[in-house]
């Protein structure tokens, strides 16, 4: 296994429907991370709802992080229903998704605002995981725009805090994953956008993750052939032995 730290993000989206099954996902999560022998250079993270935070948060350890799935660009004021980067630095969250092909489609987030987010959770010292990627049909180019759009203002010194997370949108919950090539060529692509913005200590430092209808079957064909440094993970998330089967994978 290489050196690269190997991110699984855990995006339990707006699951599951109660408290009581939060806390006992997040411990089975726990328990079963406690108990994997190699899980070499490996980092958990779990991305409750909102409202599960501080329940999932009390009950995190075996080097299992806490992260949001979405933040407001502002820190304070008035903005009915929405929760700041800030607020969420204050329950030990360390990172929060911008940008999830989710929020973009259905609640109309485009890249100005994607973009204000991400400076917000840079700000606050958090680290964002920006998605990127392109919908069925489309040129993987989207990719670079998003990158370029999303990045705009954010300095070399702030965007070594960032983790991107290359997210076909056909792939994401359908069980349609990308080929090994696909998310290779997509990750070379993502790190010559780097590149070109950031100096080249900086860009390779970013971590490139893959997310779309991954589990403990495929994982492998993202992380070692691809060489991608992680997963967001979706659905196999909210199985805790299917989740911590995937970050054993890796450690074999
Ligand atoms: C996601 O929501 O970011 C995701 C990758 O979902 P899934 O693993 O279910 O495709």
């Not at 999560?29 to 599960?52: D, E, H, Q, S, Y």
């Amino acid at each position: 296994m290489d050196n690269r730290k190997k991110y699984f993000i855990a995006n339990w989206k707006m699951n599951p429907a109660s408290e009581n099954d939060a806390k006992k996902l997040a411990r089975n999560v726990v328990a079963l991370l406690r108990a994997v022998k190699k899980r070499g250079n490996t980092r958990i993270v779990l991305c409750p709802p909102f409202t599960f935070l501080l329940p999932v948060a009390s009950l995190l350890g075996y080097g299992a992080e806490l992260g949001a799935q979405n933040c407001h660009f502002e820190d304070s004021g008035a903005y009915t229903g929405e929760v700041s980067a800030k607020m969420l630095k204050s329950l030990k969250c360390r990172y929060v998704i911008v940008g999830h092909s989710e929020r973009r489609n259905y609640f109309n987030e485009d890249s100005k605002l994607i973009n204000k987010k991400l400076h917000s959770v840079l700000k606050n010292g958090l680290t964002p995981v920006l998605a990127v990627g392109e919908k069925e049909g489309e040129s993987v180019k989207v990719i670079e725009r998003q990158l370029k759009e999303a990045l705009e203002g954010v300095s070399g010194a702030k965007a070594k805090n960032i983790i991107i997370a290359y997210e076909p949108v056909w792939a994401i919950g359908t069980g349609k994953s990308a080929t090994a090539d696909n998310a290779m060529s997509a990750r070379i692509m993502i790190r010559k956008v780097l590149a070109a913005f950031y100096p080249k200590t900086t860009a390779n430092k970013i971590p490139v993750l893959y997310g779309g209808s991954t589990d403990s079957k495929n994982i492998v064909r993202f992380t070692k052939d691809a060489q991608m440094d992680g997963a967001l993970v979706g659905d196999s998330s909210l199985n805790a032995k299917e989740f911590i089967k995937m970050v054993e994978e890796i450690g074999k």
